[in-house]
Structure formats: C-alpha cells, structure tokens
C-alpha cells in the first residue's frame, strides 16, 4: 500500500508562491489517483484538487486559475503549485490516494499523509 509524507508547508505572504511536495512510497504509485485537501481551524476538510493516473485533473473552484496539481510518476511524487495565495488558504494541507478515478469526497480516499501547514499572512 501506498504511504505519503507531505512537505513544503511554511509562511509566506499574500500574494505570493509556494510549492507543496509529496512523497509516496510503494511500487503501485502511478495507479493511483492522487488528492490535495485542507483544513482549517474549526472547519471541515475541503477538497483542493486531484490528478488521475492518465494525468486528467480537476480543481476546487475557489483555487481553480491558482493552483496547479502534477505528478511525476519517476519520483512517486505529486506537487501543488499555489500562486497568487490569500489568507483564506490558511489551513493545513493533506494528500491523499485512492485506488479508482477522481473524486473530490475524503472519505473516498483510502491513504493520507500527516499534513502540512501553509499559512498566508495578510
């Protein structure tokens, strides 16, 4: 089974950039659709965005223009690209893999990592 560590969270300001990397492990990786969400304090995980093994993806509207989500299936890695960051992005930021198509539902998701906090000041 897959197993994912997410990195690159950290504080950057409003406006900026940041690029969110996860690792998996697993000899199956490129089978698997791969996930972002988040979470913010008090609130409930969100969809962010998801990349399919054919590299078909599919976004949140309120990231969609911003965000980019890729794999490469060499490195058994999948990144999100966040441009043009507001505050509201503030949350913890989880990836996830499932073995079937996309889906934007968590509990559709079958392996997740630990998270990674972004926060983006105002």
């Known amino acids: 089974q897959v197993q994912l560590v997410e990195s690159g969270g950290t504080l950057v300001q409003a406006g900026g950039s940041l690029r969110l990397s996860c690792a998996a492990s697993?000899?199956?990786?490129?089978?698997?659709?791969l996930a972002w969400f988040r979470q913010a304090p008090g609130k409930e995980r969100d969809f962010v965005a998801t990349?399919?093994?054919?590299?078909?993806?599919s976004y949140a509207d309120s990231v969609k223009g911003r965000f980019t989500i890729s794999r490469d299936n060499a490195k058994n890695t999948v990144y999100l690209q966040m441009n043009n960051l507001k505050p509201e992005d503030t949350a913890v930021y989880y990836c996830a893999a499932r073995a079937g198509y996309l889906s934007a539902r968590a509990p559709q998701y079958d392996v997740w990592g630990q998270g990674t906090q972004v926060t983006v000041s105002s």
């Open positions: 990349i399919s093994w054919s590299i078909t993806t």
């Open positions: 697993g000899r199956t990786f490129s089978a698997y659709s």
